[in-house]
């Protein structure tokens, strides 16, 4: 009588093992554990075999959702002699796409729902939200366009779901958005701080609300250091765009989904209270974007299944390096996406310095210092990090004095005065007109202070 031949018993190739646990799960004879060691190559922790008992049922193997993790004796065998299968070799990249639309006729829309009709035109089909306002038109709108569109709307369980499913989303490829207010947007720093050590693109428009805490629904820029300086722990620093009218909205949510993938990188949309709910008119682009697929993505197909997208690097050496690959990103997007509108500068002495909705009343108080004869220009940071020092710095041979204008306690003047000194400029002559808690700077007191400067500083 024949033997009966002994069943393959199951090994564990680790560099493929995320450790889901499935064939701890299935084996009926205890031989497999969780792991307690993370793999360097994969940064994951793979379970650990003790095959005494193991019977070769191969229960655990067809367990196992990875193909070259848990496999029988004979085809790891196999595997170890043939090539591995090329797990380091991403297929290549799917391009984005530009496709022209008819010319429509302008559109009278609130600054978040010009913001929505931006992502939707970017391609963007995956909103994760937490409702907060003064946001969550925005939010609505997408609520109510996205099924339409084959999208996916999902209200989180709270804020820090939200950016963890932006991360797997984003990490998936596929562009994402949020959008929230000041505390919601707190609670989403550690996340942002992940998707940023994982290179992962989406896009946050945080129409900003008065603090600290939960202050109030009136519009502060009460943000501006949490985002030019504060996205969670570590090295970390995103572009961050300033709107100041409805149609800016629309524009830069867009231009922040082509940054996010450009760079690889969360973009931060700062707005408002006051310009979220802000209605004007808005023209749309002549174009929409139909989104690729990165070659880094981890999309869940098996062509990427050699991707990895993960912000832990245990061996410090690899971690370093990563953090020197990130400030090199950093000195590109600061070289190439510094902007601005200058409005009046040419021969300006006096530039105020403004954004967001602030930035509408100096422009106003520009206009009015001009009819007195006072030679006034408005500099308006179109992005806040980088700060657009290369545009303000021509500026300031001819002027002799700035009046900073803002909804907040100097977190403006602030980023100012560091691109200043990190560009080798004197600070000059620099004031400010600040308010709080939800009030925004009125013409006249931005006049009275700038009156008052310009005669100052013409003695
Ligand atoms: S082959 Fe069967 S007995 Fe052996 S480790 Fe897998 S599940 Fe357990
Ligand atoms: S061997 Fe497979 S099933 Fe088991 S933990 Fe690893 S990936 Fe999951």
Redesign the pocket.
């Known amino acids: 009588m024949a033997r009966m031949e002994a069943?393959p018993?199951?090994v564990l190739r680790e560099d493929w093992c995320k450790g889901c646990g499935r064939?701890v799960e299935?084996?009926?004879?205890s031989?497999?554990a969780p792991g307690e060691q993370v793999n360097p190559g994969s940064g994951l922790v793979p379970i650990s075999?003790r095959?005494d008992?193991?019977?070769?049922?191969?229960?655990?193997?067809d367990a196992c959702p990875e193909p070259y993790a848990l496999v029988a004796a004979g085809l790891a065998g196999r595997l170890a002699a043939a090539r591995p299968p090329a797990p380091w070799a991403p297929p290549p990249e799917v391009p984005a796409e530009r496709v022209p639309v008819p010319e429509r006729r302008p559109l009278v829309l609130k600054g978040t729902h010009a913001s929505a009709v931006g992502a939707l035109l970017a391609g963007c089909r995956h909103f994760f939200g937490y409702p907060i306002t003064p946001s969550t038109e925005g939010a609505e709108l997408m609520a109510k366009l996205l099924p339409a569109l084959g999208g996916t709307f999902l209200q989180a369980a709270s804020e820090v779901a939200t950016v963890n499913h932006m991360y797997g989303c984003g990490g998936a490829g596929r562009p994402s958005m949020t959008f929230t207010s000041s505390p919601g947007f707190s609670l989403m720093l550690e996340g942002i701080s992940y998707m940023i050590g994982a290179e992962v693109p989406g896009v946050f428009v945080d129409v900003m609300r008065a603090g600290p805490g939960l202050g109030n629904i009136g519009p502060e820029q009460s943000d501006l250091k949490l985002a030019c300086r504060g996205l969670g722990h570590g090295n970390t620093h995103a572009p961050v765009l300033a709107p100041a009218t409805p149609q800016e909205m629309l524009d830069f949510t867009a231009l922040a989904f082509e940054l996010a993938f450009r760079y690889r990188t969360p973009v931060v949309v700062l707005a408002d209270g006051h310009l979220g709910q802000m209605t004007g008119k808005v023209s749309l682009p002549r174009e929409l974007a139909r989104p690729g697929l990165p070659s880094w993505a981890v999309p869940g197909d098996a062509a990427h299944r050699g991707n990895l997208v993960c912000s832990l690097l245990l061996e410090e050496a690899q971690q370093e390096r990563h953090n020197l690959a990130l400030l090199e990103k950093y000195a590109r997007v600061t070289a190439a996406e510094q902007r601005a509108e200058l409005f009046r500068c040419d021969d300006a002495e006096l530039v105020l310095v403004a954004c967001n909705s602030p930035a509408r009343t100096a422009k106003g108080a520009v206009q009015a210092l001009r009819a007195e004869g006072i030679r006034a220009g408005l500099f308006r940071p179109q992005t806040v990090w980088p700060f657009p020092i290369r545009h303000l710095a021509p500026l300031l041979g001819r002027a002799r004095a700035i009046l900073v204008v803002e909804a907040s306690d100097g977190q403006l003047e602030d980023e100012l005065r560091l691109a200043l000194s990190h560009a080798g400029r004197a600070p000059g002559e620099i004031r400010h007109v600040r308010r709080l808690g939800g009030v925004l700077p009125a013409e006249g007191e931005i006049l009275a202070a700038a009156r008052s400067l310009s005669a100052e500083v013409r003695q």
């Open positions: 069943r018993k199951p064939c299935v084996c009926a004879r031989c497999i075999l095959l008992d193991c019977n070769g049922c191969g229960l655990c193997v």
